[in-house]
């Protein structure tokens, strides 16, 4: 199974409702650049569910594909939730996760570590692991980091 996580890009700070606040100009330019490079290396069966906040909405948005929203990877998410709501590691396909700190980054701590801690994923960027069995050992796998500011 291939999991890939992606924060939403730069969202504006003005708003009073959390789950209203849009994507700054930047933040289109960011999430469309993720979305070009990862459109062409999608992986096959790919699920992709984003948290109900207009931002994560629009970064997927970025992509042209359906997803599904899952108030389970709403800004106050737990890893377990994530986890649950992805299937990993023995759900069929690949899932891409649109969300948020700090539960994406401590997810990422979790797969690569062993243990959640408070790493930080940066606005727009993707993380992208695989899960597989070696010598009867499961093993995640790191496959690619990138964030916007390579890509612009």
């Not at 996580?5 to 009073?16: C, G, S, T, V």
């Amino acid at each position: 199974m291939d999991l890939l996580l992606w924060r939403h890009a730069e969202a504006e700070d003005e708003e009073d409702n959390d789950l209203r606040r849009r994507l700054t100009g930047r933040g289109e330019k960011q999430a469309h650049s993720v979305a070009t490079w990862l459109g062409k290396r999608l992986p096959k069966d790919l699920r992709i569910l984003v948290s109900p906040a207009v931002r994560a909405q629009q970064t997927a948005s970025a992509l042209a594909l359906p997803f599904e929203t899952h108030k389970q990877l709403a800004p106050d998410a737990c890893v377990s939730a994530l986890i649950a709501t992805s299937g990993w590691p023995s759900a069929g396909g690949s899932v891409l996760l649109v969300g948020h700190q700090p539960s994406l980054g401590r997810l990422a701590a979790l797969l690569l570590a062993g243990e959640e801690a408070n790493w930080t994923i940066k606005k727009g960027a993707l993380w992208w692991f695989s899960n597989r069995v070696r010598l009867g050992e499961t093993q995640t796998v790191l496959r690619t980091v990138i964030t916007p500011d390579l890509l612009l």
